[in-house]
């Protein structure tokens, strides 16, 4: 069904100054990468997203491919997010996968699932892998059971360059196009991250990635008077009039904020 | 005078009836594999096919199910989890019947994605079960006493009849094309590997030869006299688009250039009954091609997209003459004549002679035309075609089964208005 602008939902990035840029946020359902160098905060602006969304009282799964679950939380903590204010689980074991499900199911409002991918590698050897097996589908399973399961709503996964590795490339345009594809039949709002190269000459590693996204957040740092800020700016979004300028991105007082015209940093 | 005559006599011949649907077997699954026909017992003709669920169909010429065989492998949780449990059981390769217990009924033979390969018997039993580290996407070939087929774990095996390991050859990459076999001096088992190399071995398992194309082969080789000598040859297409004929000693004979892959067996076939076998194949540049066997094309049809599956060369009317039957992924099933049709240049001495350019003696001497593809009859049917294989009936008739990716088996027969 076509929905108008109207009738569409939309998931907030809770950055001040910048989801007014987008009528709102992004699309609900839409598959978004958010692109950048190191350092740029793509973690940081995902993570925010699906925090802010459990307070709301929606359950959101982030997925890691390399990064540890101690890690991200750790960052998470020193950036100032309370995260006793929200049902956090973390799935590190895919044998007690349903024992997560009920986890997130016996909480009262929305949870933040992180899935650390790299603790299950760590326990999973090859010959478990067998004949068909990917470790693509284990995301894919993992997304099936705790959308079907948890009523999960929105999907974040760190990173696609990880994935790359994990998983055999050969034809990239259809095996991506099938991702993609996948990820609109379940219905989630996904963010994929994207590590760009120094030169920032691309998005995404085949291109490809660019023309299937619904939408583009370009994170990028810029040198001014010998001071490098971070930028954040909206390369495409589909079904959205947005702003594309370029916003300086600012975290203060645990809060995102984009500011307009390339101001210096907040002091 | 003689070529004006021949030219009108070309120009004729538009053929009458149709083709028309007589059953539809509509399965709860995509359908993965080719279907096979093969006579199980005297005068019953079975179909068999693989769907991508894991189960194995046998349907009898009216379409009934006469048994289906449902796999069954015990997979832990963790395992599950590296699957997509919807095509994780798929059968992609098309099944073989033998007689392997000498019962004097035909079993099925087929591999899977998980890696095991089935020996049912005549009712669907299973008979046994060989264990692979790769997806079976390889049909077996039955030969001397042994069950031979490709592995996605590199591994190309044979087995007794009683499903015992006898040998198995390491190759440098994964196996989807099906093995086949040549008579010369040393019997030789053909069969090509995903990094595009063409291997020769002796029935013990011994490298003979290797041949290297720049692309992915999964098309079963096609043997045979194709200069209607005592040689054998080898035709094998590849996805780096270009067919190959090879001799017996894996000598290059001559390579034809498509714009597409080439991903299915090609057909050998004497079209015009000069005793040289002519070559018909598919290729992903949507086109049916016909070459001679020294590899000058002598006719292509253009589909409307990939022709994956190997056609069919039969006398569908029963005129006599032979038929190219073809399915594409655009969902038709194209027939056409196998002679392919003549298209004149210029109709001589009738109009714009004079314009041509050449000495006169050219016009008088060379064919005005050339020989392309012609359509007798198509049928759209639900989906995209995978492959397709034919009966005869009690009545000679041959009818056509055709299976389609969405999940429906077709049964198309020729019709006369």
């Known amino acids: 069904m076509i929905k108008n602008n109207k009738e569409m939902k939309r998931i907030k990035l809770y950055i001040n100054g910048f989801d007014e840029q987008l009528q709102g946020g992004i699309p609900e359902g839409y598959v978004t990468l958010i692109c950048g160098t190191a350092g740029t905060m793509k973690t940081s602006v995902a993570f925010n997203v699906l925090y802010n969304e459990a307070l709301d009282g929606k359950t959101g799964l982030y997925l890691s491919l390399e990064q540890s679950a101690k890690s991200l939380l750790e960052h998470a903590e020193n950036m100032g997010y309370d995260l006793s204010k929200i049902n956090l689980v973390v799935m590190s074991d895919i044998a007690k996968l349903k024992a997560t499900i009920q986890d997130i199911k016996s909480a009262k409002g929305g949870s933040l699932v992180i899935s650390d991918l790299g603790a299950i590698r760590k326990q999973i050897k090859e010959t478990k892998i067998g004949p068909s097996g990917d470790w693509l589908n284990v995301i894919k399973n993992i997304i099936k059971k705790v959308k079907a399961e948890a009523q999960c709503d929105l999907f974040v996964l760190d990173s696609l360059s990880a994935l790359y590795v994990l998983s055999s490339f050969d034809d990239p345009r259809t095996k991506l196009f099938y991702i993609f594809e996948f990820l609109r039949d379940v219905e989630l709002t996904t963010f994929l991250i994207s590590e760009m190269p120094l030169d920032k000459s691309k998005y995404s590693e085949y291109e490809v990635e660019d023309y299937l996204a619904d939408g583009i957040i370009f994170l990028q740092h810029t040198e001014k008077f010998r001071k490098v800020i971070r930028e954040i700016s909206i390369v495409k979004m589909r079904a959205t009039d947005c702003n594309t300028d370029v916003f300086s991105l600012e975290y203060k007082n645990k809060k995102f904020y984009a500011l307009q015209g390339g101001k210096p940093p907040l002091v | 005078m003689g070529v004006i005559s021949d030219t009108l006599k070309k120009l004729s011949g538009k053929k009458l009836g149709k083709i028309e649907k007589k059953w539809v077997f509509d399965t709860s699954s995509s359908i993965s594999s080719s279907p096979i026909t093969e006579e199980i017992t005297k005068g019953q003709a079975g179909i068999a096919f693989g769907t991508q669920d894991g189960k194995m169909y046998m349907l009898d010429a009216d379409a009934q199910i006469k048994w289906f065989y449902s796999i069954q492998e015990k997979i832990d949780e963790v395992q599950q989890m590296f699957l997509d449990e919807e095509t994780a059981k798929s059968i992609y390769a098309a099944p073989t019947f033998a007689d392997i217990n000498k019962d004097g009924k035909k079993e099925v033979l087929f591999g899977c994605d998980l890696g095991k390969f089935y020996a049912l018997n005549s009712s669907g039993k299973l008979l046994w079960k060989f264990k692979t580290d790769g997806e079976i996407r390889s049909s077996a070939l039955v030969q001397d006493n042994m069950i031979i087929f490709g592995s996605n774990d590199q591994n190309l095996y044979a087995l007794n009849l009683k499903g015992k390991l006898l040998w198995k050859f390491k190759a440098d990459s994964e196996i989807e094309s099906s093995p086949a076999i040549l008579k010369a001096k040393k019997t030789q088992v053909i069969f090509g590997s995903n ?139 194209y027939v056409l004549d196998a002679e392919g049709t003549f298209l004149l240049d210029y109709m001589p001495g009738v109009s714009g002679i004079a314009q041509q350019p050449g000495h006169y003696n050219e016009l008088v001497t060379s064919e005005p035309g050339k020989y392309v593809g012609k359509k007798l009859w198509q049928y759209k049917t639900e989906g995209m075609i995978i492959g397709s294989a034919f009966i005869t009936n009690s009545k000679k008739q041959k009818e056509i089964i055709i299976g389609i990716k969405e999940g429906k088996l077709d049964n198309l027969t020729y019709k006369k208005d």
Not at chain 2, 236 to 257: C, H, Q, R, T
Not at chain 2, 277 to 296: A, R, T
Not at chain 2, 303 to 325: C, Q, S
């Open chain 2, 195 to 333: 990094n595009g190399k063409i291997y020769s071995l002796d029935t013990k398992g011994k490298l003979l030869w290797q041949f290297k194309t720049k692309g992915k082969i999964t098309a079963k080789p096609a043997i045979g006299a194709i200069y209607a000598n005592n040689k054998k040859y080898i035709v094998i297409g590849s996805a780096d688009n270009n067919i190959y004929v090879l001799d017996e000693n894996g000598k290059l004979e001559w390579i034809y250039e498509t714009e597409g892959r080439i991903c299915s067996e090609a057909c050998l076939v004497d079209i015009n009954n000069d005793k040289k076998l002519e070559i018909i194949f598919g290729s992903c540049d949507d086109n049916v091609y016909c070459l001679s066997c020294s590899g000058s094309k002598i006719w292509s049809y253009e589909t409307n997209f990939w022709v994956v599956a190997t056609p069919l060369v039969i006398d569908i009317d029963n005129d006599g003459k032979l038929e190219v039957i073809a399915g594409s992924y655009d969902s038709s099933v």
